[in-house]
């Protein structure tokens, strides 16, 4: 168990809809990322968020959002959706001591 | 940009056999290395790490040392098993890139009993 939590697990939707995905960050790390893994993508980058803000941005689409708030959650959301955004999420903490990060189990979403 | 090429795979071995995993990578200065590991229906899991030239992680048996000459940082383990099957991630920080992943394209391994 490495301490991050996503909700939910799995996602099934219809395209044009809109989600909102979850992830809570091991106690006392203040930066959170937010992967995309994909079967042509691979892993990959999307945002990240340090203490409430914006620090860094990725292959993020602009149908794509999120936000860290002040207990430190974060969200993702996606809105508009298309067949080609069925992926496991991932969210990971990272603890700035080590340069490590923790990465949570994934949602995975399968848009119909 | 930043990049980590990785062996394609998939890789199948016979439990005890030795594995190796290429990983080579290009980036700028000094990058942190790391290989991740993903057991089936599960997330990532960190398995080693290191943050300079000619530190070696090691962790469960598996090894990787940090190469600046070659750009490497092939991950080894002596005697694999069958609960070693997953698969497995090169993935590389840079100091600028506020923690950030880059992240190979992954290798399956199977271990066969």
């Known amino acids: 168990d490495s301490g991050v939590t996503q909700t939910p697990k799995h996602l099934i939707t219809a395209t044009g809809q809109r989600v909102t995905l979850r992830c809570s960050p091991r106690?006392?790390?203040?930066?959170v990322y937010w992967y995309q893994q994909s079967l042509d993508q691979g892993l990959q980058f999307l945002i990240q968020y340090y203490n409430g803000e914006e620090r860094a941005k990725g292959n993020i689409l602009e149908r794509f959002s999120a936000q860290q708030f002040p207990d430190l959650h974060s969200e993702l959301n996606l809105s508009s959706l298309e067949l080609g955004d069925s992926a496991l999420y991932f969210c990971?903490?990272?603890?700035?001591?080590?340069?490590?990060?923790?990465f949570g189990p994934g949602t995975r979403l399968t848009v119909l | 940009g930043n990049s980590v090429t990785q062996m394609e795979g998939p890789v199948t071995l016979s439990e005890e056999a030795f594995l190796t995993i290429n990983c080579t990578y290009t980036a700028t200065g000094y990058p942190s290395l790391f290989w991740y590991v993903q057991y089936p229906g599960e997330g990532l899991q960190l398995l080693l790490k290191?943050?300079?030239?000619?530190d070696k992680g090691s962790n469960k048996g598996f090894e990787a040392t940090y190469r600046k000459e070659t750009t490497s940082f092939h991950l080894e383990k002596g005697s694999v098993q069958v609960s070693d099957s997953a698969v497995y991630f090169c993935a590389l920080t840079r100091g600028t890139s506020y923690g950030k992943l880059t992240f190979g394209q992954g290798t399956i391994l199977t271990v066969h009993p």
């Open positions: 990971a903490s990272r603890d700035s001591g080590t340069d490590t990060q923790y």
């Open positions: 290191a943050t300079k030239a000619d």
């Open positions: 106690s006392g790390d203040l930066s």
